[in-house]
């Protein structure tokens, strides 16, 4: 599953490969009182006596309802102890029969017990794993009646969403998609909901004509009906896990593609379709970059990529047939902001690494996702360079350490308080710089070669992390029981002190590395490096070892080296402190090649106590040749002595008119505001037809400093077709100075808007409302009120209400002001009142689970 969703809008933001840097945040000592008494906690992976074989599904739909009506024949067999009865679950469901299938025909009804979780069927006599046998069950599942739970990742668990069911809404379309991780594909139809389990899979669902279907494998047949509905009959005939099962229906518009001749295909809404090339069309050099790199070739019978409403995760990799989120949607003008080709690649790769070969239970987890994230460096590596690569994988160590601030957990881990809690940055961000570690320290060739055996030794298999581990050990030769103890079975990370020095009456130069994290808390790691020591006019490269708590290496040198590169290839997944210099790091930054080694070096310089220093640096920063390299310098500029912020103004100006990047553009043009106090609008004017809409986001936001009514005047020229950023600064900039006459665009955007888009705007929407008269505000607030009680996922609706705040804060300013007033003081609170009414009741009315507790604590 990718991408792992934070719902966070604050993040922090670490500078360097290895996270140089003079302050390491220390954490708080979290004591754990075990009961000697009880076991410690272990999820083991599912016990496995009965194994399902294949299913047979026949689903129509009840859109009043949102019911699905099923009929499901499931293909068992004992696992190997013989069986009298079978477990299976299916959550909320009516169970309407439960009967032998003989032939595919309904035979003797069984006998069974249901607790609306399990429903366990009993057997007139006893089976052998010799024998194989039918269940045929006809139910009712009813996803909307069950309890909600969900985690950051997955904000919901019910399997099966109607997307405006009842369709009143005029802004959204109508759709049904599942969503099976971990456990909620037995929310829609039985099974045996466990990631070790493995099935093949027949499904036909029948729609309205009107709507197109996708699901597993093949469509190899639809069937027009005689009331206006098509029965489409799909077929998946290689095994998978239950949890990759899945359906989607709705009116799109299908963009075909092929990669050697398989079908490759691209569903999306009908806006969308002149995009949707643009947007994937990369896969199928995707498709043979993977298969070529891990010596195994694609192995499923298409792959089909779908874009859905109200998702409630990033995406997910249901085998050959990917949900994505709708924040996947580009225009022409957004792809050169954010392409979001990392989840496509995500996604993608996960068909090795999750779909064909599968985590054997969710303490396991990384062997799926550490795979996937990992996939998205091999994709940057080979389709936009090392650089960006690197890039990508700086923000992942940045992911982790911030999360290590309060959350140190081993990789894998049985001892979870819910298996939700495995979708964290550990499992996504930190397992993909391992997963480069292990290459660096393996080799290319070895770490492809390693992941071919694992690949097909394990194929349509379940899988924990020795099985990663003794493939790559039969490759090598090398018992690599160390490397996957410290990393994917200890918690932490390492933290190093790291000093030179040179003692020129003895010619040697020293490296002492002090390892200073608790080791009662993360292993004491073996860490093989390569040290780079740069002379005046050679490099000599130092293969070593760190594998103590505190150990020096030397080396004899005729004279003092310019300076020493530790983990030369910066592949190392730590914090560290060095005693370097700025004579060092100005050395660094010109004779290390790598990105990761220039981001260090200038990070550091711009840091400098010497002005002439960090006027250098900011020079090298804003003229480096990547656009991340350049993002730091801007950064820098309000901290940065005058003379040297003055000095390069025309190179800033310059950024601002020219720069490629969109990223840089809208940055360069802020600083031109925020530091240089520019307020000639021409530029910022300019700025706001660009076609990038960070780059016109930056110059309308820059005009709302200067003048908001002239910027209120101009926003009313870009506001159709504005989206993603410059939406929002159009919403802010009429938060400030919109009027009436601006309810219908407000309104009719908040309905229209999707849900990572809209809750971005939710609180300048409240803003606005907030401003004006009583009339317009109470108009307004049953748009708010509706996303507040109905959106998807939860988190819209926990926005939305904290939007009401904004709207009983300005309820009480009036109020206040209205002392003079006391008829209209007493009508303003008992106003007030009734907002406060409904927003309690929309609070009492909610009904998922992690909604109701963050409720139940304001």
Do not use: C
């Given at each position: 599953m990718k991408k792992l969703v934070f719902l966070s809008f604050v993040s922090a933001i670490f500078l360097s490969s290895c996270n140089s840097s003079k302050e390491i945040v220390e954490l708080t000592d979290i004591v754990v009182e075990e009961n000697v008494n009880t076991r410690p906690t272990y999820h083991a992976s599912e016990t496995r006596k009965t194994d399902l074989v294949h299913t047979v599904l026949d689903v129509t739909f009840d859109w009043e309802k949102s019911y699905l009506y099923g009929e499901a024949t499931l293909t068992l067999t004992p696992y190997f102890y013989p069986i009298n009865k079978v477990a299976i679950d299916a959550k909320g469901f009516i169970i309407d029969v439960v009967a032998e299938s003989i032939d595919g025909e309904q035979g003797a009804e069984l006998k069974y017990s249901y607790d609306n979780k399990i429903l366990t069927v009993e057997f007139p006599k006893t089976y052998t794993k010799n024998d194989t046998f039918d269940i045929y069950i006809k139910y009712t599942a009813r996803p909307n009646e069950l309890a909600q739970n969900g985690s950051a990742a997955i904000s919901g668990d019910k399997g099966l969403y109607f997307i405006n069911a009842d369709g009143k809404n005029k802004f959204k379309p109508q759709q049904i998609w599942t969503q099976g991780e971990t456990e909620a594909s037995s929310a829609w139809f039985p099974t045996i909901?466990?990631?070790?389990?493995r099935m093949t899979q027949e499904l036909y669902i029948t729609v309205h004509d009107k709507f197109k279907t996708l699901s597993n494998g093949t469509l190899v047949i639809s069937t027009i009906n005689n009331d206006n509905t098509r029965t489409d009959y799909w077929v998946q005939e290689q095994p998978h896990a239950p949890y990759l099962v899945m359906m989607a229906i709705g009116e799109f518009s299908i963009t075909n593609d092929t990669w050697r001749e398989m079908p490759v295909d691209y569903y999306v809404e009908e806006e969308y379709a002149p995009y949707a090339q643009m947007m994937f069309g990369d896969t199928p050099e995707m498709i043979e970059l993977f298969s070529t790199k891990l010596g195994v070739d694609y192995p499923w019978d298409k792959y089909s990529q779908i874009i859905v409403r109200d998702y409630v995760s990033g995406a997910m990799e249901n085998t050959s047939a990917v949900i994505h989120g709708e924040f996947v949607y580009n225009d022409e003008r957004s792809f050169l902001d954010n392409p979001q080709q990392d989840i496509v690649a995500h996604e993608l790769f996960h068909h090795w690494f999750g779909d064909l070969v599968t985590c054997e239970s969710w303490s396991n987890l990384p062997l799926n996702e550490s795979f996937a994230t990992y996939g998205e460096y091999i994709w940057r590596e080979h389709k936009l360079g090392v650089e960006e690569a690197d890039y990508h994988l700086q923000g992942e160590l940045s992911n982790y350490l911030r999360e290590a601030q309060t959350k140190r957990v081993d990789m894998i881990r049985f001892d979870y308080k819910d298996k939700e809690d495995m979708f964290d940055n550990h499992s996504y961000a930190k397992g993909g710089r391992i997963l480069h570690m292990l290459r660096n320290y393996v080799g290319d060739d070895a770490f492809y070669a390693s992941l071919k055996l694992y690949l097909e030794q394990n194929k349509f298999k379940a899988v924990e992390i020795h099985n990663l581990r003794l493939a790559f050990e039969e490759v090598t030769g090398e018992d690599l029981?160390?490397?996957?103890?410290?990393?994917?079975?200890?918690?932490?990370?390492?933290?190093l002190d790291i000093n030179y020095s040179y003692n020129a009456a003895l010619k040697k130069y020293s490296v002492t590395v002090k390892q200073t994290q608790d080791l009662n808390r993360a292993p004491l790691y073996k860490l093989p490096i390569v040290l780079d020591i740069y002379m005046a006019n050679e490099v000599k490269s130092m293969p070593i070892v760190v594998d103590q708590k505190e150990q020096s290496f030397d080396f004899d040198l005729a004279e003092a080296p310019v300076f020493a590169n530790f983990d030369a290839q910066k592949m190392l997944l730590c914090t560290k402190r060095e005693n370097k210099t700025d004579d060092h790091y100005m050395a660094q930054y010109k004779r290390a090649g790598l990105y990761l080694d220039r981001y260090e070096a200038i990070s550091a310089l711009l840091a400098s106590d010497n002005e002439a220093t960090k006027t250098k640096a900011l020079d090298l920063a804003l003229n480096d040749k990547h656009w991340n390299i350049q993002l730091l310098g801007l950064s820098s500029l309000k901290v940065m002595p005058k003379a040297s912020v003055d000095a390069h103004q025309e190179k800033v100006n310059q950024l601002a008119k020219s720069d490629k990047k969109p990223q840089v553009r809208a940055a360069a043009i802020s600083n031109l505001l925020s530091v240089?106090?520019?307020?000639?609008?021409?530029?910022?004017?300019?700025?706001?037809?660009?076609?990038?809409?960070?780059?016109?986001?930056?110059?309308?936001?820059a005009?709302?400093?200067?003048?908001?009514?002239?910027?209120?005047?101009?926003?009313?020229?870009?506001?159709?077709?504005?989206?993603?950023?410059?939406?929002?600064?159009?919403?802010?900039?009429?938060s400030e100075k919109g009027g009436e006459d601006d309810l219908a665009y407000m309104r009719e955007s908040m309905e229209k808007a999707s849900a990572f888009d809209g809750v971005a705007l939710l609180n300048f929407y409240a803003t606005y409302l907030s401003k004006q008269d009583e009339g317009v505000m109470q108009e307004g607030l049953a748009v708010l009120e509706n996303i507040a009680a109905v959106a998807e996922p939860w988190w819209v609706r926990y926005t939305a209400v904290n939007s009401f705040n904004i709207i009983i804060n300005s309820y009480q300013a009036r109020i206040d002001n209205a002392v003079s007033d006391p008829i209209r003081q007493e009508k303003l609170i008992n106003n007030k009142k009734k907002i406060e009414d409904r927003l309690h009741r929309i609070k009492d009315a909610e009904t998922h689970a992690r909604l109701k507790a963050l409720y139940s604590t304001n």
């Open positions: 909901d466990a990631p070790n389990e029981n160390w490397f996957f103890n410290q990393w994917f079975l200890s918690s932490g990370h390492p933290e240089y106090k520019v307020k000639e609008t021409d530029v910022y004017k300019s700025a706001t037809k660009e076609k990038s809409y960070l780059v016109a986001s930056a110059g309308l936001k005009m709302l400093e200067i003048d908001a009514k002239e910027a209120y005047e101009l926003s009313k020229s870009l506001r159709e077709g504005a989206k993603k950023q410059l939406q929002q600064v159009v919403f802010e900039v009429i």
